[in-house]
């Protein structure tokens, strides 16, 4: 697998869903110390609008050695940048949310995998996009059942009306791919090559833990990842989206929920740097 060259530095951080519509989450990404020697993961969920992934992108480059990240479902929602043209949707979306990043010189999950050298390594990062298939639900939930019985609970997904899969029949068929041509990249690795995983959403579903909304699980995930932390011998994975920021154990891997959130959900006295994940070293 081709590897894109090594370089040193002396920290890896992480945080996640920024929600850059908030005024206030955009003042405390320009109030954000620099870090010009340090790495950042973005896992996913900076914006809805390129207008404010542009700000993340340019503001995070300028203030870290290297920034890495992943899409969340915010930023592939298809709204319109502008109110004279319509929304770019779907894999559209995607792809030109990766031509964005890489305008930054931000690694994507399109990109090749960098090499950590620095304390605790080496080890790859990897950056996903694999999307949720509705499988992160009881086993007597039927697919046309699910978004029903989230409902009854009072869990509601803007997915719904705002995640648009074209050119695929589904997201659950979108998902699919994505886990398959990333299963492709990820089984290049070297053997016994350490990894950070990182992906918007839980790679398991007992690491879901969202008690305001219990069963908004099947927007989370798939099943078809659970085992990967030890398939593709993961030292840390790194997710966000649930905004239940929290640290877990499985296998010996290290589980990192990152998510800052909406105003409410952060104390804007302490700033975003508080919120920044240390990765390694550990």
Known sequence: MPQSSTIKANTIKAISDLHLASEPNREALQDLPSHDEDWLIVAGDIAEKFEHVRLAFE????????????????????????????????????????????????????????????????????????????????????????????????????????????????????????????????????????????????????????????????????????DWHRRFNARVVISGHLHTRRTDWRDGSRFEEVSLGYPRQWDQNKGMAHYLRDVLPE
């Open 59 to 226: 503001t995070l480059t300028r203030k870290f050695a290297k920034v890495f990240w992943v899409p969340g479902n915010h930023d592939l929602w298809a709204i319109p940048d502008r109110n004279d043209g319509p929304a770019l949707a779907g894999e559209a979306r995607y792809r030109a949310l990766v031509d964005c990043a890489r305008d930054y010189g931000v690694l994507t999950p399109e990109d090749p995998f960098e090499t950590w050298e620095g304390s605790g390594g080496p080890l790859v990062i990897a950056p996903l996009f694999l999307l949720y298939d509705y499988s992160f639900r009881p086993d007597h939930i039927g697919r046309d059942e699910v978004v029903d019985w989230a409902r009854e609970e009072g869990a509601v997904c803007a997915d719904e009306l705002f995640l648009n899969h074209a050119p695929f029949e589904s997201r659950e068929d979108w998902c699919a791919r994505r886990c398959e041509e990333t299963e492709r990249r990820l089984e290049e690795i070297p053997d016994g090559l350490p990894t950070i995983l990182v992906n918007h959403y839980p790679l398991r579903r007992d690491l879901i833990h969202i008690p305001r909304a219990p069963r908004f699980t099947p927007w989370c995930g798939t099943r078809r990842t659970e």
